[in-house]
């Protein structure tokens, strides 16, 4: 690939340079219904709830494959990882378009959007642990950095606004269709045009061990609290932005914003989370992890909630308004990057064990957010979820509270590599 030399400068290691671009598009083709498949479902029988219950399902299945695709990479390698990831994703995608959502049975989906759960994080993160093993440990937090944007670029961004184009000229059904292109086209350059360099796993990497690993490392959490702790917060950090799209594209319909100028919405709230990402990372360094967290991320976070969902009956329907507080809030999620720099910190050994516990945090909200929906849409209606979500922010700033790190430590050096990696 040309420019390798500038890629390397700017933290893209020149080597995975094809598998940065396959994630992009990988991920654009995952996250092009996130936006507008519940309230589709919704209008055409389904009730909130039972959406709900779909989206809590497959967020079961997400967080059990993110925090097994390192396993999985250990154990045979991080290509057929993300193969294996790509025959999930193709087999449940067909299976919940052609026989689930075509059909509008209700089972055939849940059974097959659970199945394709499995897929984008093995295919994903299986790539991410592939930078950790090939990139020198100076550059890794921008490697991973870059990571984290081409994954948010191509889900939440390019894919809100591919299908804000493609439900008009191709269809509802079409367009998840499509998914599988975009899937496609992301393993080309992933697995056949990308390289890479082939890795010198250890003879201890065999699956058994792994899994043994795995059980040992997860009894880090009675050992050291203050990472249990974290990985809660980390479930706060991105519970509403699974649970809103079930919800929340129903009621801005209900208040005159359309469809389309939701999803666009829903882009712009992403593409100041990815802006963010970097520079609260930065302002994590100056003032304190534990500080930017709690205070940009919990308490930022629970007021820009509540702003967004106020914001057209107080506004209107002005979307400049409802664009400029979706950004903040976007921002805001950001605000819990630094937990990434603090959780490592909080034990001498055992790190990877500590960020698998993150890791686990970041996969169950798929399942957490849906299923607070699910379970309470019907008695406390769209504000109520809301409020509830706001509330949620506000509890993970108390608990960071107890968060304190052992010692006093260099922030800057701790941090340095690893403040990007939160929001995924």
Not at 264 to 276: D, K, P, Q, S, Y
Not at 296 to 314: E, R
Not at 315 to 334: D, F, P
């Amino acid at each position: 690939m040309k420019g390798t030399n500038f890629l390397d400068r700017i933290g893209i290691p020149s080597s995975l340079a094809w598998g940065y671009l396959g994630i992009l598009l990988f991920m654009t083709g995952d996250g092009l219904e996130a936006g507008w498949l519940s309230p589709y479902l919704v209008e055409h029988g389904l009730t909130v709830q039972q959406s709900g219950v779909l989206f809590t399902v497959y967020g079961v299945t997400i967080a059990l494959s993110s925090f097994l695709s390192g396993v999985l990479v250990d154990a045979v390698g991080p290509k057929k990882a993300m193969l294996t990831g790509l025959i999930l994703y193709i087999l449940g995608s067909a299976g919940f378009v052609g026989l689930g959502v075509s059909n509008l049975s209700y089972v055939v989906m849940l059974l097959t959007y659970a199945f394709k759960g499995l897929g984008y994080p093995l295919f994903a993160y299986s790539f991410l642990v592939w930078i950790a093993y090939q990139t020198p440990q100076h550059k890794l937090g921008s490697a991973v950095g870059w990571f984290w944007f081409v994954f948010t670029g191509g889900m939440n961004v390019i894919g809100a606004y591919y299908s804000r184009w493609a439900l008009e000229h191709l269809g509802a059904i079409n367009t998840l269709w499509t998914a599988l292109v975009w899937a496609l086209m992301g393993a080309l350059f992933a697995l056949i045009i990308n390289r890479g360099e082939r890795l010198n796993l250890p003879a201890s990497s065999k699956t058994s061990n792994k899994l043994k690993d795995i059980a040992s490392g997860l009894a880090i959490v009675k050992k050291e609290p203050k990472v249990a702790l974290a990985g809660i917060v980390r479930i706060i950090n991105t519970a509403a932005q699974f649970g809103f799209p079930i919800y929340m594209p129903l009621y801005m319909e209900s208040q005159g914003v359309s469809t389309a100028s939701w999803l666009h919405l829903w882009a712009m709230i992403f593409i100041g989370n990815i802006v963010f990402n970097l520079i609260f990372g930065i302002v994590g360094d100056k003032i304190g992890w534990k500080n930017t967290v709690m205070w940009f991320g919990g308490v930022g976070s629970a007021v820009f909630t509540l702003l967004l969902f106020y914001s057209p009956q107080i506004a209107e329907g002005n979307i400049v308004v409802l664009q400029v507080i979706g950004v903040l809030w976007g921002a805001c999620l950001s605000g819990y990057v630094p937990l990434s720099a603090l959780v490592p910190s909080l034990v001498e050994t055992q790190k990877g064990a500590a960020m698998s516990i993150l890791n686990l945090g970041a996969g169950l909200s798929a399942f957490v957010g849906p299923i607070l929906v699910t379970l309470f849409i019907g008695t406390l209606g769209y504000t109520g979820i809301t409020w509830m979500f706001a509330c949620l922010f506000l509890a993970s700033s108390f608990i960071m509270i107890f968060i304190t790190l052992p010692d006093k430590k260099d922030q800057k050096a701790t941090s340095e590599g690893s403040h990007e990696i939160v929001n995924a």
